[in-house]
């Protein structure tokens, strides 16, 4: 391990992790446990299964709402730092811009040291994809306050291929709308979260950075065949129309793949291997996931 990924306790006080039993606030706070922080898991429900792992694993979990300020002031009371993620999804375009707003203010309120904001790539270009127009309001939110702030812009999941997976196994092709020469890149989570520590324990060296994350860049087609090598079979690459894209998912992100399949997107393996060299390409993602294996459940 290299000398600037070495565990740094810079924080005596806890980390506040927002969406803390979501897919990136859940894995911001395994690792900070895993590595000796002190960790307050934000989430709506305490009673959930994935509040209830947390603080099993050592973490504090307090019932905060993103989009009350009150309950945000009373759990960031002591906070060393914050992870800041929304998630539009889940809430919907607008209410995660409101969720950013009233989380960074408060953030600025409280006394915090360092705020790290994971946001998406390429959404600082005025892409007209709403919700990464929305991410890029709350990023300039952040970088407005007056304490020590670190933004992240990560590219597509490699993780949320899994909402695919009975449709890859059944049918062998994986479908997306862009084209087939069109570089897609993509990142594991759990690198995110690597980049999200690094951050929150180096804050001497990630202060005021903004760093797009992509652990793997490849064409659909390539994707397939990663696909082929890690299920042993053949996955077929099928591109959707720009019609069907829009009716299996939303204009919002019909709008966001014609940008990438326009004008790109940011991030290069490279980068994100400098700071984080464990990182993972895609086919060493699937392999980690399980995918050679077959999918359970119905």
């Known amino acids: 391990m290299s000398d600037q990924n070495k565990s740094i306790k810079i924080h005596d006080r806890p980390v506040v992790v927002a969406g803390a ?12 446990l895993a590595r000796g922080h002190a960790v307050r898991a934000l989430t709506r429900d305490p ?32 906070a060393g730092a914050v992870f800041s993620v929304q998630d539009f999804l889940e809430a919907g375009v607008e209410a995660e811009r409101q969720m950013g ?13 360092h705020i790290v904001y994971s946001g998406a790539s390429t959404m ?26 670190t933004v992240f812009r990560p590219a597509a999941f490699m993780d949320n291929w899994a ?3 009975q449709s890859i196994e059944r049918d062998g092709e994986i479908t997306l709308p862009l084209r087939p020469d069109t570089p897609y890149r ?62 299996a998912q ?23 291997r400098r700071w984080h060299p464990e990182a993972l390409t895609f086919e060493a993602f699937l392999r980690a996931a399980g995918w050679g294996e077959p999918a359970t459940g119905g």
């Open 47 to 78: 009673s959930k299964p994935a509040a209830k792992t947390l603080e099993a694993a050592g973490a504090e979990v307090a019932e905060a709402d993103l989009s009350d300020r009150a309950s945000l002031d009373a759990a960031l009371k002591g």
């Open 163 to 165: 909402w695919d997976r």
């Open 101 to 113: 707003f009233t989380l960074t203010d408060a953030v600025g309120a409280a006394g915090v040291g």
């Open 124 to 149: 600082d270009r005025n892409t007209g994809a709403p919700h990464l127009d929305s991410k890029w309001q709350i990023e300039q939110r952040v970088r407005a306050l007056e304490i020590p702030w």
């Open 186 to 247: 993509q990142v594991a989570v759990t690198d995110i979260a690597a980049m999200a520590v690094t951050a929150l324990e180096r804050p001497d060296v990630w202060a005021g950075q903004i760093a797009p994350l992509a652990g793997d860049v490849a064409t659909p087609p390539e994707i397939a065949g990663a696909f082929s090598r890690v299920m042993g079979r053949e996955i077929r690459y099928q591109q959707m129309s720009w019609d069907a894209c829009l009716a």
């Open 21 to 32: 039993t979501g897919q990136q606030g859940g894995a911001v706070a395994r690792r900070l």
């Open 250 to 272: 939303g204009e919002d992100l019909m709008l966001m793949y014609r940008y990438f399949d326009d004008f790109g997107m940011d991030g290069t393996p490279e980068y994100l």
